[in-house]
C-alpha cells in the first residue's frame, strides 16, 4: 500500500539556519509528490509538486525539494528561514488518476530568533 | 468567493447528534474532496466528487458519514450518531479539473468538530 513517512516529528532552528525536511514514500510507480503547509488557524496551502523531469522543484516562499528515486525520498529544502515559517509542513503522494492524496504524519517547525 | 470556504469553523455536538459539514468551493471547480485530520496527524481521504458524481467514497470511515453534492458546487458531509472518535478538522478542497494529481488541491480552513 502506498504510504508516506516524516520521521521527524518536530524541529526547531534558528533563524537564517538551514532547513531541511525529511520524506520517505512506498508507491509502486513513478509517484506525484507535494510538500503542503499548515499554518495555525490555516488552510492546507501548497508548497511545490513534482511529477516527472528535474528531480529539484521549485516552489514558493524560497522552498525547493529534491526526488531521489533510489532512496525514495522527497526532502523539502531552504536555504534561510524565516520566523514566519513557523507550521506544520506536510509531505503527501498522489495515487490513482483523479488526485487521490496519501498525506504524512507531518514535521512541526519551530523557529526560534 | 476568491477560495474555499467552510461552515461553521467549528462545531460542538453531543454523542449521539447528527452534524452537517458544508464546503463552497471555488467557483466553477469540477473536483470536490473531503478529508478527516485528527490532532496530531495528517489529513486522511474521505471522499471524492466530480461535478455531482461521488465516484470515491473508500476513506469515508463508517455508513455514519455521508457526503453529498447535488448541484455540483456546494457540499455537505453529513455524520450521524457522532461519536467522540469522530473529533476532528474536516477538510475540504477543490481542483479546478477533473482530478489527476498534476490538479492543485485548494484547501479551505477546516471545520472542527468536537464530540464531547
Known amino acids: 500500500a502506498q504510504s508516506v513517512t516524516q520521521p521527524d516529528i518536530h524541529i526547531t532552528v534558528s533563524e537564517g539556519a538551514s532547513l531541511e525536511l525529511r520524506c520517505n514514500y512506498s508507491?509502486?510507480?513513478?509517484?506525484?509528490l507535494f510538500w503542503y503547509v499548515q499554518s495555525p488557524g490555516q488552510g492546507l496551502q501548497l508548497l511545490l509538486k513534482?511529477?516527472?523531469?528535474?528531480?529539484l522543484v521549485q516552489g514558493i516562499k524560497g522552498f525547493e525539494a529534491e526526488f531521489k528515486r533510489s532512496q525514495s525520498s522527497f526532502n523539502l529544502r531552504k536555504p534561510s528561514v524565516h520566523w514566519s515559517d513557523a507550521a506544520e509542513y506536510f509531505c503527501a503522494v498522489g495515487v490513482t488518476s483523479y488526485d487521490k492524496v496519501i498525506f504524512g504524519p507531518g514535521t512541526s517547525l519551530s523557529v526560534i530568533p | 468567493g476568491a477560495g474555499v470556504s467552510q461552515s461553521p469553523r467549528y462545531k460542538v455536538a453531543k454523542r449521539g447528534q447528527d452534524v452537517a459539514l458544508r464546503c463552497d468551493p471555488i467557483s466553477g471547480h469540477v473536483s470536490l474532496f473531503w478529508y478527516q485530520q485528527a490532532l496530531g496527524q495528517g489529513p486522511e481521504f474521505l471522499t471524492y466528487?466530480?461535478?455531482?458524481?461521488?465516484?470515491?467514497k473508500s476513506g469515508l470511515p463508517s455508513d455514519r458519514f455521508f457526503a453529498e453534492r447535488p448541484e455540483g458546487s456546494v457540499s455537505t458531509l453529513k455524520i450521524q450518531r457522532t461519536q467522540q472518535e469522530d473529533s476532528a478538522v474536516y477538510l475540504c478542497?477543490?481542483?479546478?479539473?477533473?482530478?489527476?494529481?498534476?490538479?492543485?488541491?485548494?484547501f479551505g480552513p477546516g471545520t472542527r468538530l468536537t464530540v464531547l
Open positions: 478542497a477543490s481542483s479546478l479539473l477533473r482530478g489527476g494529481a498534476t490538479d492543485t488541491q485548494y
Open positions: 513534482y511529477f516527472s523531469g528535474d528531480t
Open positions: 508507491y509502486g510507480a513513478t509517484p506525484y
Open positions: 466528487f466530480q461535478n455531482e458524481a461521488q465516484l470515491d
